[in-house]
């Protein structure tokens, strides 16, 4: 089943400590990335990568990491997290870009409270 | 840049009723669009597409028309359920682009 795996799917956590949330898809896409989700904000994208070891800041990157070390995974580090990143995040992934696009992939989502 | 502006909610309807979300963009060029739908507790899922002008998206009953001279993509459905309520969005993907720019989302709820 073709499919993007988030984990965990909610996470409680302190100011500061470091804390990493995973991304796996089996369905061999080129492009992957992250948004946060906020009210009346819809989806905002934290970082994005086209391909193994290339990656790029979206439109809210303060605050967080990335790596795309192998094709299938894209984890999301926030090495200090604080307060105003407490969110609901989505990873997602898909392949080809305009008219030969295929639909976005998304995850579960994490829900993530930083206290 | 490119932007998505899709009607606030929340929306409330009765089963049966027609529903319609607005959605007008700005982009370059020839983008495709999509909406994309959330159920409680999910991740998104793609509801319909359209990549180029006049096209027509359809779906578990939704529709929306790609319509280049007003910059919209309408979504619209002739007789909720129940199980529509969800929340919407409409998104955007440029021709020379991987990226998905999303509007802020409409949730819609449906009573029986």
Redesign the interface.
């Known amino acids: 089943e073709a499919q993007v795996t988030q984990n965990p799917r909610y996470l409680i956590t302190v100011t500061g400590k470091k804390l990493t949330v995973t991304c796996s898809q089996n369905m061999n896409h080129e492009y992957m990335s992250w948004y946060r989700q906020d009210p009346g904000l819809g989806l905002r994208q934290i970082y994005y990568s086209m391909n193994v070891e290339v990656t790029d800041k979206g439109d809210v990157p303060e605050g967080y990491k990335v790596s795309r070390k192998e094709k299938r995974n894209f984890p999301l580090i926030l090495e200090s997290p604080s307060p105003n990143q407490t969110s609901l995040y989505f990873c997602a992934s898909s392949f080809g870009q305009g008219p030969r696009r295929t639909e976005a992939f998304f995850g579960q989502g994490t829900r993530l409270t930083v206290v | 840049g490119n932007s998505?502006t899709q009607m606030e909610g929340p929306v409330t309807l009765s089963e049966e009723a027609f529903l319609t979300i607005n959605c007008t963009y700005t982009a370059t060029g020839y983008p495709?669009l999509?909406w994309?739908v959330q159920y409680p507790g999910?991740?998104?899922?793609?509801l319909l597409?359209a990549?180029?002008a006049d096209d027509k998206g359809s779906n578990k009953g939704f529709e929306a028309t790609y319509r280049k001279e007003t910059t919209s993509f309408h979504l619209e459905k002739g007789s909720v359920q129940v199980s529509d309520s969800a929340v919407y969005?409409c998104a955007l993907?440029?021709?020379?682009?991987?990226?998905?720019s999303?509007?802020?989302?409409t949730t819609v709820t449906v009573r029986a």
């Not at chain 2, 999910?42 to 793609?46: A, C, I, N, W, Y």
């Not at chain 2, 999303?102 to 989302?105: D, Q």
């Open positions: 998505v495709s999509f994309y999910e991740g998104l899922q793609l597409k990549t180029k969005f993907s440029p021709s020379n682009d991987y990226k998905l999303f509007g802020a989302g």
